[in-house]
């Protein structure tokens, strides 16, 4: 049984003060107890990491690409890749690294997969309220870090299809660009986000 | 209660041990023992080896350097692929080391078919050694998908590709002394079945891991 309660609920009040990056050495020992003792079964542990690591995570994907409709269904992915992948954790090695490859993962393929999710409630909206959304969203979405590195091509083209949720034709004749430019853009912007969180991984 | 409390809450009701692997290095090299015991035994078994091939290991030591430079990358190679396998556990630069000692390995037969190591010669020729090299792998290759399916590869192709890659090299890396030493018919027959190997087993990765992620 998981005994250091009193620990957890520590855990809990700092996850909301710090940034992923800057977890603890003491943190990472801890989900590496916790995650020990869920791989013998402890519901209590297993219920307080998840608890914790879904704020992490989520604080993650805010400080990377900015807030998106999608960061909580990101979050989600995430506990369940980690609820699946708990038996490849190795209690010997450290737990962030195990954590973050799957975080990374998740989050590139949560761009990938994103597609016309708003579509239903646009198809109905008029074009200035299109102009406003989009442009709301791309404010909040520049606060991501690695979004706001990206060149306003590639920025406008993820905003555009994987966050507002435009098809590619929508959002190619928005741009004035062909659909083959857009999905070209896309597909580059995806791969130099992932490029990025990939270096953050290396550094 | 937002809906990741209550996924949360489903994750850890009821939750199910789950008894951590062992160590992925371990694996890896019981999985490359394995392998290495299973493709030598078999080919002593369907087959007369080139006479004189220890001795040429002794008395050439550029054959010799040619042969560990063929076991590193293999062990190399394994390593990654299984590394892969777990998240967050294989660095790109160990990687890097694998494909590196694979090209060298490749790359002094190429060099061979100009400066042979040895006199090329049709001694101990074995008939279907294109055969033999893709079939002995085939063991190791669903050996590697039965460990790996039990981890949680973030990229399933390309670990596939490593381990059934390692799996091809095995038997073409054994040949080298079991069937005759010519440059272009190790390039030709040895290597080109390993490398098929690898695609094969890339290809199978999408179905058969890309699924459980």
Same mark, same amino acid.
């Not at chain 1, 608890?51 to 409709?69: N, P, Q, T, W």
């Not at chain 2, 001694?123 to 039965?146: D, N, Q, V």
């Given at each position: 049984m998981y005994a250091t309660e009193t620990a957890l609920t520590g855990g809990s009040t700092r996850v909301s003060s710090w940034m992923t990056e800057a977890t603890s050495d003491n943190d990472n020992a801890r989900w590496s107890v916790m995650m020990a003792a869920a791989?013998?079964?402890d519901e209590q542990a297993y219920r307080a990491l998840l608890g914790e690591l879904a704020e992490v995570i989520k604080r993650y994907m805010i400080s990377?690409?900015?807030y998106?409709?999608?960061v909580e269904?990101?979050v989600q992915?995430c506990l369940?890749?980690i609820?699946?992948?708990? /038996? ?6 450290p737990f962030k690294?195990?954590l973050f490859?799957?975080v ?69 004749? /928005? ?29 | 209660m937002s809906d990741t409390d209550k996924l949360i809450d /489903?994750l850890s ?141 973030? /990229? ?58």
């Amino acid at each position: 049984m998981y005994a250091t309660e009193t620990a957890l609920t520590g855990g809990s009040t700092r996850v909301s003060s710090w940034m992923t990056e800057a977890t603890s050495d003491n943190d990472n020992a801890r989900w590496s107890v916790m995650m020990a003792a869920a791989q013998q079964g402890d519901e209590q542990a297993y219920r307080a990491l998840l608890g914790e690591l879904a704020e992490v995570i989520k604080r993650y994907m805010i400080s990377r690409f900015g807030y998106y409709d999608q960061v909580e269904d990101c979050v989600q992915e995430c506990l369940l890749a980690i609820h699946r992948a708990r /038996r490849s954790y190795d209690p010997k090695r450290p737990f962030k690294p195990w954590l973050f490859a799957i975080v990374r993962h998740k989050a590139v393929d949560s761009f990938r997969g994103q597609r016309r999710h708003q579509a239903s409630s646009l198809d109905l909206a008029s074009e200035e309220e299109l102009a406003i959304s989009s442009q709301e969203m791309e404010d909040q979405l520049t606060q991501g870090q690695l979004i706001a590195a990206l060149s306003p091509d590639y920025r406008e083209a993820i905003t555009l299809t994987k966050i507002i949720g435009l098809s590619s034709a929508e959002a190619a004749a /928005r741009l004035d660009i062909s659909e083959g430019t857009l999905k070209v853009r896309v597909h580059r912007a995806i791969g130099r986000l992932k490029s990025m969180l990939e270096a953050e991984h290396h550094e | 209660m937002s809906d990741t409390d209550k996924l949360i809450d /489903r994750l850890s009701t009821g939750l199910e041990q789950a008894r951590p692997l062992p160590n992925i290095d371990l694996m890896a090299i019981v999985w490359l023992l394995a392998s290495a015991l299973y493709v030598v035994a078999i080919i002593h078994l369907t087959g007369p080896i080139r006479p004189g091939a220890w001795d040429q290991l002794v008395t050439t030591p550029r054959y010799l350097i040619e042969m560990i430079f063929g076991l590193a990358a293999i062990v190399f190679v394994s390593l990654a692929a299984f590394r892969a396998a777990v998240p967050g556990a294989v660095s790109k630069g160990f990687a890097r080391w694998g494909l590196a000692l694979t090209a060298i390995w490749i790359g002094s037969y190429v060099v061979g078919l100009e400066y042979p190591t040895l006199e090329p010669s049709m001694l101990g020729k074995r008939h279907s050694c294109f055969h033999e090299t893709l079939i002995y792998s085939i063991p190791p290759m669903i050996a590697g998908f039965i460990i790996v399916r039990r981890l949680y590869p973030l /990229r399933p192709i390309t670990t596939a590709l490593g381990f059934s890659l390692a799996a091809g090299m095995l038997p073409a890396l054994y040949m080298q002394i079991a069937c005759m030493y010519s440059p272009d018919h190790i390039l030709q027959f040895h290597i080109l079945p390993a490398a098929m190997v690898g695609l094969i087993g890339a290809a199978a990765a999408w179905p058969l891991l890309r699924a459980r992620l």
